[in-house]
């Protein structure tokens, strides 16, 4: 992609409904965007899209597609990057495995995914296929630190429009069980580098054989680099005595994991908890399973596929599920649970969602009980602890009243824990793991059992002295309380203060910021923001995704509708649009009933900025205009009521899409800032209302059928379009 090429936008092709969406909405935008002379493009960063980029030598000519995310990889690095980035799958190896057998059955001859390479040819195929496995798209694209907040409009809406919560119950049995010693946080020692390094991990085991785990791992100076594990056997033990207290106390078992971002290791500790769960299975049929391929980290879904057709071991499985507690399910009419398939419980949407409403889950009979939160880690888990102990004291949050917290977070350059995955192992033997640097210093060291989780995150100086140079700008531009969350007592928050503190100190503004722990934290800001104030959140990388769900899906029913700007380090703007967690759902509802209930909100949010950020970069009057245009449209569609319904024979997004063309085109044609795009757009949003009966019925015709996308993963673009621009009357207008 040369300069000249790059257009003015680039609108991510993504996964699921966000993508369904823009089927929709991308010719609306093109075609206003247009009219300002702006060009908009797009690249493919979806699932199915990387698969075939990574994999062209097993492809035809014409099936050839290129590296999209590793070109856009170098555009972000670029000031004149502007990104409109959509939500996409972070694949855990279920996921991964469906999309390549959806792809071959269309005609693309790509290599099965290995589950066991046994031959040097299927380790090279499994190691192309691990670079596209969990958070493979964000640490290539976020070459900056972010700035999550809910849009003025859209808090303003949800204030006047108040959701339903659920009701708490000081009597609550529902709580947090984390993981008191053995952990990730426990474990974990940090240092920051004085000098530029270069790396070896390696594995010294018991016997003196020593394994290279990962060599030349490069460190500009001033870099935090951590070290930490996880013991399988202190893990085992706590999975053990939860599933047992879980019973005790009557409530539903759930676990609470990220195994799409964090990819090595998640899925691993997944794997853990459907061991100790079907533990008296896998004591008497672990070699019989072993033979049929079972490997417990895909999950229980995988694992009762596999060993179908073996009578007593399903009948051992049965026993075992009639001895343990309830379960949290993810689909009780379908006997989904929580433990099927680690991408479809994320931690940062499920306990949300629990909180929100009054801390219950769903159990297998279809109703709501309270649940013991598995989340083995404690790093974070003092957060939903927290939350869950402040609602059972105070009662649910009021959104008609609640202020708001903002987030200023770390993430720039795959800082912290969400860029250890090419640095992170399940240790084969008991032994020594150690970091040391070129120079012969062993910077980290630790003694390990087999089976334990080792791994090494790192964040880089200029990335945190953006973040907090960051913080310090939103602060003085709202004046709200200002926190970061950081825990003086675990070793990497420790080497963080550090390097704040001077900044803070050094600008005259230390008085203006608070340090506390993720606990102390957490009540804080429900205390401020229950009285009504507002707060920002300056926090590390995982607590930024976190927090940006969690408050977001307390104030405003969701996360999608975030406001998310990534102020790239070198100038240019990456404009993400909110989360995709309930996007499966919503393709299933589709395709059964033609009915899409995504609520583009983030879209247009997302689009408004962008907009705005190219008329200052390019001194664009146009592009202002439109972009001013966006905002007013994006009011009209919440003060009118117009975003999607969830039942079939609602409204949908295609509905709510017409309503912004029209209203975008109303404020086009209304505005004075530019007479040329006022005069091109009054014609056009005449016709958009007069229109309007006609337009409305041909988007309803055939709702509540079935339709064919001709894909799940990778879709026939010509059936989309059919199902997304039903409206020939539209479509014309639109062009």
């Not at 583009?600 to 205009?625: I, T, W």
Request: net charge negative.
């Amino acid at each position: 992609m040369t300069d000249q090429t790059i257009p003015d936008i680039i609108y991510t092709k993504v996964d699921e409904a966000p993508e369904l969406a823009s089927a929709s909405l991308l010719p609306i935008i093109a075609r206003f965007a247009a009219a300002a002379g702006v060009s908009v493009g797009t690249k493919d960063i979806s699932l199915a899209g990387r698969i075939l980029a990574t994999f062209p030598d097993f492809l035809r000519e014409d099936q050839r597609i290129p590296d999209d995310l590793a070109e856009l990889g170098e555009l972000v690095k670029k000031p004149e990057a502007n990104v409109i980035k959509l939500p996409n799958i972070s694949a855990s190896v279920p996921q991964l495995v469906a999309a390549v057998r959806e792809l071959q059955a269309q005609g693309f001859a790509l290599p099965d995914y290995p589950e066991v390479p046994a031959t040097d040819a299927e380790k090279e195929i499994r190691a192309r296929y691990d670079t596209i496995k969990g958070s493979a798209v964000n640490p290539v694209l976020r070459e900056g630190n972010s700035d999550r907040r809910a849009a003025a409009p859209v808090k303003k809406f949800a204030q006047a429009n108040p959701h339903r919560m659920g009701k708490w119950d000081a009597g609550s049995k529902t709580r947090v069980a984390t993981m008191s010693a053995g952990d990730f946080f426990s474990n974990e020692r940090s240092v920051t580098l004085a000098q530029p390094g270069i790396a070896t991990i390696d594995h010294v085991a018991l016997d003196g054989t020593q394994t290279v785990l990962k060599d030349a791992v490069s460190y500009p100076a001033g870099t935090v680099v951590d070290a930490t594990f996880m013991s399988a056997k202190a893990l085992g033990a706590f999975l053990a005595d939860e599933i047992e207290s879980t019973k005790a106390d009557g409530t539903l078992f759930s676990l609470h994991m990220k195994a799409t971002m964090m990819k090595v290791s998640d899925p691993i500790i997944f794997g853990h908890a459907v061991k100790a769960w079907l533990a008296p299975v896998f004591e008497q049929f672990g070699d019989d399973m072993a033979a049929l391929g079972v490997n417990p980290n895909s999950g229980m879904g995988d694992l009762l596929e596999r060993v179908k057709d073996r009578a007593d071991i399903m009948a051992a499985i049965d026993a075992c599920r009639a001895a343990r507690p309830p379960m949290y399910m993810v689909d009780s009419d379908r006997g989904i649970t929580n433990l099927h398939v680690p991408s479809d419980v994320i931690i940062d949407a499920s306990m949300p969602a629990l909180i929100r409403a009054g801390g219950k889950g769903w159990g297998p009979d279809g109703a709501e009980h309270d649940a013991n939160c598995v989340i083995p880690d404690s790093s974070y888990a003092t957060v939903y602890d927290e939350a869950i102990r402040f609602f059972k004291e105070n009662g649910a949050l009021n959104p008609a009243t609640a202020g708001t917290v903002q987030n200023i977070g770390l993430m720039a350059q795959k800082a912290e824990e969400y860029g250890s995955h090419p640095t992170t192992f399940e240790i084969p033997a008991t032994g020594v793991v150690r970091m040391v640097l070129d120079d012969g210093t062993v910077l980290h060291e630790h003694e390990v059992e087999k089976g334990d989780i080792w791994r090494s995150a790192s964040a880089r100086k200029a990335p945190i002295e953006d973040w907090v140079n960051l913080a310090i700008a939103r602060q003085a531009e709202t004046g709200y309380r200002a926190i970061f969350w950081l825990d003086a007592t675990r070793a990497h928050d420790a080497e963080l203060i550090k390097l704040i503190q001077p900044i803070l100190d050094a600008k005259g503004v230390a008085d203006k910021f608070e340090i506390m722990a993720p606990r102390e934290a957490t009540r804080a800001s429900l205390e401020t923001i229950t009285k009504g104030e507002n707060t920002i959140a300056i926090t590390g990388n995982v607590l930024r995704d976190y927090l940006t769900d969690l408050f977001p899906i307390l104030e405003l029913a969701t996360s999608a509708k975030m406001l998310s700007i990534v102020k790239l380090m070198q100038g240019g703007g990456l404009f993400e649009t909110g989360a995709g967690g309930s996007a499966p759902k919503h393709v299933q509802q589709l395709q059964a009933e033609n009915h899409l209930r995504w609520d583009s909100l983030g879209e247009f949010c997302a689009l408004g900025e962008s907009l705005k950020f190219l008329a200052d970069a390019k001194d664009n009057a146009k592009a202002r205009a439109l972009g001013n245009a966006v905002e007013a449209a994006t009011q009209g569609v919440l003060d009118h009521g117009r975003s999607p319904g969830r039942k079939a024979g609602q409204p949908d997004n295609r509905d709510s899409h017409y309503w912004f063309a029209r209203y975008w085109a109303d404020a086009l044609a209304a505005q004075d800032e530019d007479a040329h795009l006022a005069a091109h757009f009054t014609p056009i949003a005449a016709k958009l209302a007069a229109q309007e009966a006609e337009i409305l019925a041909e988007l309803h015709a055939g709702r509540g059928q079935a339709v064919d996308t001709g894909g799940y993963f990778h879709n026939d673009p010509s059936k989309t379009e059919a199902v997304m621009r039903p409206s020939a009357t539209l479509n014309a207008i639109i062009g």
